[in-house]
């Protein structure tokens, strides 16, 4: 069976600072990742993706993730943290298998402080 | 501008009163889906739409209905909501079930069921 972990409700980092979102995985056969982030009030927005190639993915506003197929994880990194990095991160993820399903995992709070 | 709609974006109801939830997207996306968003347990699919007239059954799909009649809109009717359907709920789509591309929401709609 499928499943996704964000082990951390909240992650506080301080601005200018780098930041860390965990995830990990669980799939039979190859793993689909993504990266979401949840702005107050607003809808999900796509932020980065790994589908196959380089382990490192650069995404949208600065963010990258690195694939780990070892440790099954897809963390969410960014070198130089932001006030306005403030808001709810959803990793998601998909096995390779036509029946498989996207699902998302429970979310992470990234709190910025000034 | 490419979006997913949501109509209305907060609605207050009460216990076995019918309502519908708009979606529609202007993107030509074959897939359109419906997420409940809840605390501590991320997104859940609800019901999803390969295409006009294909619907399927996502993982909490009891106590909804959907109806795919025209590709741009996803409909989400409560036929007797209860208060467990309380919730924020997402219309998503995308060029396909979310394998190999992003899926594109919409602002959400917060139901509150009294």
């Known amino acids: 069976a499928q499943s996704v972990a964000q082990p951390e409700d909240q992650v506080n980092v301080a601005e200018g600072n780098p930041l860390t979102v965990k995830c990990t995985y669980s799939?039979?056969?190859?793993?689909?990742l993504f990266w979401y982030v949840q702005y107050p009030n607003r809808g999900l927005q796509f932020l980065l993706k790994y589908i196959t190639g380089d382990n490192l993915v650069k995404g949208s506003y600065g963010f990258e993730a690195e694939f780990n197929k070892s440790q099954t994880s897809f963390h969410l990194k960014k070198p130089s943290a932001l006030v306005s990095d403030s808001a709810l991160y959803f990793c998601?993820?998909?096995?390779?298998?036509?029946?498989?399903?996207?699902?998302f995992g429970t979310g992470t709070r990234l709190q910025v402080f000034p | 501008e490419a979006q997913v709609t949501q109509n209305p974006r907060y609605l207050i109801t009460v216990t076995g009163k019918k309502l519908t939830v708009t979606c529609s997207q202007n993107?030509?996306?074959?897939?359109m889906s419906w997420y409940r968003q809840d605390p501590g347990l991320g997104l859940r699919q609800i019901y999803y739409s390969m295409n006009v007239e294909v619907t399927d059954k996502g993982d909490v799909p009891e106590g909804y209905k959907v109806s795919r009649k025209e590709k741009r809109n996803f409909p989400l009717i409560l036929e007797s909501p209860s208060p467990n359907q309380t919730s924020l709920y997402f219309c998503?789509?995308?060029?396909?079930?979310?394998?190999?591309?992003?899926?594109?929401f919409g602002p959400g709609t917060r139901l509150t069921v009294l």
């Open positions: 998601a993820v998909r096995g390779n298998y036509n029946t498989d399903k996207l699902i």
């Open positions: 993107m030509n996306h074959e897939y």
């Open positions: 998503a789509s995308s060029w396909d079930r979310g394998v190999y591309n992003e899926q594109f």
């Open positions: 799939v039979s056969g190859n793993p689909y």
